[in-house]
């Protein structure tokens, strides 16, 4: 049997292979020990030299042929064969691994913490009881002060008779127990629950978070702070936020703003989320009031900051249009889960 | 406070469309919050803030800024008092101020022979869109003038005042009054509390409330007005003290200019006699304890730059003091520029230099102020260790499979007695009786997690259990202090599981925790050295609680709930809580670790199981295995323990590793050391199975 009679008999008989059995069986009958290829070699051992040389060549090329057709049949031949083995139902659900969810409010903390620690802000932390000192006069909030009625106090017993305990209204309390403590140059934020004494709906609860921030050095201006809410607003919202300023009037701060959010979600045509007015409030601000760098134990006219204090839940509401922000202290896992 | 749109444009040579009115002055004074058609006119309702309430309550007020913003000429009312001259007010009325400080200034006018009626339609039109109702012409022009002017008004009747003698005093203990709000209700007043009166009795609350004695009827025929200043704070806490806030009182809190009461008594009584005719008497009586003049605030150019950060020229700035109608001028010494301006005695929010920043930063405009990031010094940004933890825990546990909740800090006297909590932070002036107490720890807010979530829980393929964590601050008294303290804790409830699986999965949570910590030598402790706290008494269950202590520290509660309190609140299942001092488990965190390499040699195991009385506990005969094993005892783990009630019989399955870091052990050597410890463990009376 020439070469050439070989390789088409191969060829016939692989066209008909189309299962491993055979496969395997034709493997043997030309690639096994007593197979054709074999035979073929022994048959050439007779010839002339120049023959056997050529011969053998040949023979070699097309056992190498074989052995790549087979090793390509038997490729074919396991994707074939996965029709045939028995099926995952894929559409069953998974096995259950328990998942637990971290609260909006700690992810979007986290959010804004990175970002203004990027900024060189420091983090602090302060109480949830606080004095009315630290609360309001420290702040140029005076007792039977119009400006109290602005923040709706809920008044802790103090223990030792004294009527000076609240649940802080705010967190800028900590502007002056930071300073107090530290010297400028200083940046600060300092995120925290805070109490408001009101009835409660949709858009308010008595209970909330803030992030306060503050920032103390020779030369702060109010471009100084335009720019670091730009750049914070850009970062949490992409770089398509904008804000804008408005006038209004904090005791603690003077000049006094504040930051309004273009609406992110109907690019100022008006929605819901912004009232219709294409504009989300969403922080209170201005220039530190010099009375309480003052109460900090500074020298007047010695430092300029600014503050400001972003309604936490607005910005977790935005981003997630949260309808009602008694959800979050709800604990009702059905809201939860979906974070 | 609303305002008419009409009235604002009597004031004004022009003046912009209500929405585009309402949007200028939202970004350069005040929010208006709502702009509404009102018949032929609009109302705008305008968010004073504090500062600006002394001379923005008032629609010249408004007018005065809206001039200013939009650049047009301010008109103010004009007219020419028609005095009669043969009759003197000093001839019917007489004043005497017996609290100077509280009244610093008393002034009166009298206005005869008038006709009580209706009023014009162009007055009450101009009164109902502010919201308040018409009641006759001459109450009506009071509150005209009132809301023209901002100086509160009342017009009492002549002839209903003994002497026309009026006293300004403080009020009787105890003494009454009926005053002339809706419910006419007899107020009963304290010494704080000042009143206008006559010789025989108080006719109004100062500053508050006029009284029913004195007011003006259908067949009143002589007036007195009455335009005063009283002091603010204590009208605040009159207003308080009686729960009745006025139209006048409020404008009394915030101090309205002192010189205002004189021209709005001239203009109410030019309007009096237009309106309702009559002779207008001579003069005023004018009872003032105190001048106040204009002042001089002062304010340095490189300061208005610095702090607005903007440049800025001295004309632009003086531009600004023009429109505003402050009168101002440049003072240069050495190189600096100083301007000082003249403040009004209305603008008593102007004192400072900041105050003045302000003003030109609010007519500079702030969108035109362009941002530019601050030029400073590099700090290092630093974050509270506490929150560095804070973080870490909360994603362990959600890695644990435990949702993170924010419940709220308050509790109900309810809850107060169902738990029988003590030693409370109170709240002075709770909004509702959810809010009588602080809470003081976070289980009692988990446990309404579970009757808020129960409903939802079952039906759902996987959900059997709930899994939540707080990390929260709890309040109580302690002694003459109110201490604070930062909680950690969680909670595991499973429906239809067997007694102990949540508590052992609680217990898992918390050492797997404490272990990534870094936390060494924690170990749980049943034996509670004078029983359990009184905020835990009735929460958790004696026998099936531990303390969790760090070597010798005690830091918080591990514990399945009172079966009692679940009975009560028809919760069925099981459920575990842990409550732990945050601050106690930073102070302990030590999170450096060295490599310990692996034995290069293989090690033996065994298994062993040993049955004993039902009261032996695992941590007893692990001692016993690990002293008789020795060093070459490398690990021991319980993985079975199986109670049988019925004969008051446990048995505990360990399985042994036998390990040496020097040589390969041998059976024979691991099989002395199991007898030893089998050995050991019969001494004990404990039964070996085999």
Same mark, same amino acid.
């Given at each position: 049997m020439d070469i050439n009679e070989l390789k088409n008999k191969f060829q016939e008989l692989m066209e008909k292979v189309s299962d491993k059995k055979t496969l395997a069986d034709l493997e043997l009958k030309f690639?096994?020990?007593?197979g054709e290829i074999n035979d073929l070699l022994k048959k050439i051992k007779d010839l002339a030299a120049e023959e056997k040389i050529a011969g053998g060549k040949l023979i070699n090329d097309l056992k190498k042929e074989i052995e790549q057709k087979i090793i390509i049949k038997k490729k074919d031949l396991l994707v074939a064969g996965q029709d045939l083995i028995k099926r995952i139902d894929v559409t069953a659900p998974g096995s259950r691994v328990v998942s637990g969810h971290l609260h909006p409010r700690t992810q979007v903390l986290r959010k804004i913490e990175e970002i203004f620690i990027s900024l060189g802000f420091s983090v602090i932390e302060g109480p949830e009881v606080e004095t009315q000192w630290y609360n309001f006069e420290a702040l140029n909030?005076?007792?039977?002060?119009?400006?109290?009625?602005?923040q709706d106090t809920f008044y802790v017993k103090n223990p030792a008779g004294q009527e000076d305990l609240v649940l802080?209204?705010?967190?800028?309390?900590n502007q002056v127990r930071f300073m107090e403590k530290n010297n400028p140059p200083l940046r600060i934020i300092v995120p925290g629950k805070v109490f408001r004494n009101e009835a409660t709906d949709a858009t308010h609860d008595f209970q909330f978070y803030q992030v306060e921030g503050l920032m103390v050095d020779k030369h702060i201006s109010v471009a100084n702070f335009k720019a670091v809410m730009e750049e914070f607003f850009k970062r949490l919202y992409g770089p398509g936020a904008k804000i804008r300023l408005r006038p209004s009037y904090f005791?603690?701060?003077?000049?006094s703003f504040e930051v309004d959010l273009f609406?992110?979600?109907?690019q100022g045509k008006g929605c819901r989320l912004c009232s219709n007015t294409g504009w989300i409030e969403i922080a209170g601000a201005g220039m530190v009031n010099q009375f309480v760098f003052e109460s900090a134990g500074y020298v007047r006219n010695e430092w300029q900051g600014f503050a400001f204090g972003i309604g936490f839940e607005r910005i977790v509401m935005a981003k997630h249009k949260?309808?009602?922000?008694?959800l979050f202290s709800s604990g009702d896992m059905r809201f939860l889960k979906q974070f | 406070m609303k305002f008419s749109y009409n009235w604002l444009k009597d004031y004004l040579e022009k003046i912009p469309e209500p929405q585009q009115l309402a949007d200028v002055l939202t970004m &350069?004074?005040?929010? *208006?919050?709502e702009v509404k058609k009102a018949g032929d006119d609009f109302l705008l309702d305008i968010k004073i803030l504090p500062n600006r309430a002394v001379d923005c309550m008032s629609h010249l007020g408004i007018a005065r800024e809206i001039a200013a913003i939009t650049k047009t000429k301010f008109k103010e009312p004009i007219g020419q008092i028609n005095e009669s001259?043969?009759?003197?007010t000093s001839d019917y009325l007489a004043v005497e101020v017996k609290e100077k400080k509280l009244c610093p200034r008393y002034s009166g006018r009298v206005v005869l022979n008038i006709k009580v009626g209706e009023s014009p339609e162009w007055l009450k039109n101009k009164l109902e869109t502010c919201g308040l109702r018409p009641i006759n012409n001459i109450v009506d022009i009071t509150n005209f003038v009132m809301l023209e002017t901002g100086q509160p008004l009342h017009a009492f009747d002549? /002839?209903?005042i003994s002497d026309g003698k009026i006293i300004v005093r403080r009020a009787k203990k105890g003494e009454k009054i009926i005053t002339l709000?809706?419910?006419?209700a007899e107020r009963e007043l304290n010494d704080n509390i000042l009143v206008i009166a006559d010789k025989a009795k108080p006719i109004a609350i100062a500053g508050i409330k006029g009284g029913r004695g004195t007011e003006i009827e259908t067949n009143t025929k002589n007036i007195i007005i009455e335009a005063a200043n009283f002091e603010a704070v204590n009208i605040r806490k009159s207003s308080k003290a009686l729960n009745l806030r006025t139209d006048a009182s409020i404008r009394f809190e915030n101090r309205? /200019?002192?010189?205002?009461t004189l021209p709005a008594l001239e203009r109410c009584a030019m309007l009096v006699k237009e309106i309702a005719g009559g002779e207008i008497a001579e003069g005023a009586v004018d009872v003032a304890a105190t001048a106040v003049k204009p002042w001089n605030v002062g304010v340095e150019h490189d300061y208005i730059e610095s702090l607005l950060g903007v440049k800025l020229a001295s004309g632009d700035i003086m531009d600004i003091f023009e429109i505003l109608a402050l009168p101002a001028e440049i003072i240069k010494k050495d190189k600096s520029i100083f301007y000082e301006i003249l403040a009004p005695? &209305?603008?008593?929010?102007?004192?400072t230099a900041e105050d003045l920043i302000e003003e030109i930063g609010r007519f500079y405009g702030y969108e035109n102020i362009k941002p530019v990031l601050p030029n400073c010094l590099l700090i290092p940004a630093l974050k509270d260790e506490q929150l560095i933890y804070v973080d870490k825990i909360k994603s362990m546990m959600q890695g644990f499979g435990y949702s993170e909740v924010y419940n709220y800090s308050f509790i109900s006297e309810d809850d107060k007695e169902f738990y029988g909590l003590a030693d409370l932070a109170e *709240?002075?002036?709770?909004?509702?009786? /959810?809010?009588?107490y602080l809470r003081p720890n976070l289980a009692v807010g988990f446990i309404k997690n579970i009757q808020e979530n129960k409903p939802y829980l079952?039906?759902?393929?996987? *959900?059997?259990a709930l899994r939540l964590f707080e990390i929260g601050d709890v309040f109580f008294e302690g002694g003459d202090k109110i201490v604070e303290t930062r909680k950690f804790g969680g909670l595991l409830f499973m429906e239809n599981?067997?007694?102990g699986e949540a508590f052992y999965e609680l217990k898992g949570v918390v050492e797997t925790l404490f272990d990534k910590l870094g936390l060494s030598d924690v170990w749980e402790d049943d034996y509670i050295q004078g029983g359990l706290p009184i905020n835990f008494k009735n929460i958790l269950q004696i026998g099936k609680v531990s303390q969790i202590k760090i070597g010798d520290k005690a830091i918080g509660w591990l514990g399945k709930i009172n079966e009692d309190i679940l009975e009560r609140l028809e919760i069925k299942g099981r459920v575990a809580i842990f409550e732990i001092n945050f601050t106690d488990i930073i102070s302990f965190i030590n999170e450096e670790r060295e490599y310990e390499p692996p034995s290069k040699f293989p090690a033996i195991t065994r298994d062993l199981a040993v049955l004993s009385s039902e009261d032996t506990k695992v941590e007893n005969i692990l001692n016993v295995i690990e002293g008789a094993g020795?060093?070459?005892?490398d690990d021991v783990n319980i993985f079975d323990i199986y109670e049988n009630d019925k004969e008051d019989i446990k048995s505990f399955a360990f399985h042994l590793v036998f390990q040496s870091y020097e040589k390969n052990l041998t059976d024979s050597e691991v099989n002395k050391l199991m007898e030893k410890i089998i050995k050991a463990i019969e001494d004990e009376g404990w039964e070996v199975k085999k």
């Open positions: 690639l096994g020990r007593r909030i005076p007792k039977d002060h119009p400006a109290r009625d602005m802080r209204t705010h967190t800028s309390p005791p603690f701060t003077e000049p609406c992110v979600f109907c949260i309808s009602d922000i008694r | &350069r004074i005040f929010e *208006v919050e001259h043969d009759k003197k002549l /002839d209903k709000d809706e419910g006419r309205p /200019d002192i010189n205002l005695t &209305r603008r008593s929010d102007l004192q *709240v002075l002036n709770p909004y509702s009786r /959810d809010q009588k079952a039906g759902s393929r996987f *959900v059997n599981k067997k007694s020795g060093g070459l005892l």
